[in-house]
Each structure stands twice: as structure tokens, then as C-alpha cells.
Nanobody, 124 residues
């Protein structure tokens, strides 16, 4: 059974940095698609980053390009989201997701396994 667990959320001042972690168990990472998402109250879920685990290639949503970076650690089977220059509008629940085959595609995404989320709050 696949289990996805995020950690690292918290309260940070605007302009600060925070790194989230995503640990996945129950499968090997050799050929998986991973993703970071966020959802603020009253707003739709937003794609932050989509990552191909085997190649490490990543794409990012427009709102975080140049500020957020997804980094994989193959030794510890952990995916990180490094967040810099944080803004109050980055405040949201952040989720990690995994899928064996599909992940992100042009115009959408499909992830079969999701974590419970970790809260990020950016104060002004």
C-alpha cells in the first residue's frame, strides 16, 4: 500500500524560505510521477510542480516559477520543495502526490496517491 507523507510546513515571514518534504513508501521510485499542489481556503487546487522521478525533470506553475524548486533524494526516497521569496499569497495547505503512470499532462493531471497535507502560512 502506497503512503505519502508531507512535512515541514509552518509559519514564515514574507520574503523568507521554507522547505517541505515528501516521503513515499510502498513502492520504488524508479519510474513514478510526483507532484506538489496547494489549496487555499475558498480556492481551487493549484499545481505547483510536477516531477518525473527517474529523470528528475520538473515543471512549475507560473505563480512559483523562479521561487520554488523540487529536489529529489533517491537515497532516502524523499522529494523536497524548496520555497524562497515567500509571499502571503503562498499561504495554503500543501500536498504531495504520486502516480505510477500519468502524473501531469497537458491541460491536467492524474495522481492516485495523496498525502494529508502540510500547512504553510506566510505573514506580511
Amino acid at each position: 500500500q502506497v503512503r505519502v507523507v508531507e512535512s515541514g510546513g509552518g509559519l514564515v515571514q514574507a520574503g523568507g524560505s521554507l522547505t517541505l518534504s515528501c516521503t513515499v513508501s510502498g513502492f520504488t521510485f524508479d519510474d513514478y510521477e510526483m507532484g506538489w499542489f496547494r489549496q487555499a481556503p475558498g480556492k481551487e487546487r493549484e499545481m505547483i510542480s510536477c516531477i518525473n522521478w527517474s529523470t528528475g525533470s520538473a515543471e512549475y506553475g507560473d505563480s512559483v516559477k523562479g521561487r520554488f524548486t523540487s529536489v529529489r533524494d533517491g537515497v532516502n526516497n524523499t522529494l523536497y520543495l524548496q520555497m524562497n521569496s515567500l509571499k502571503p499569497e503562498d499561504t495554503a495547505m500543501y500536498y504531495c502526490a504520486a502516480d505510477a503512470k500519468i502524473g501531469c499532462y497537458n491541460g491536467g493531471y492524474h495522481f492516485s496517491d495523496w498525502g494529508q497535507g502540510t500547512q504553510v502560512t506566510v505573514s506580511s
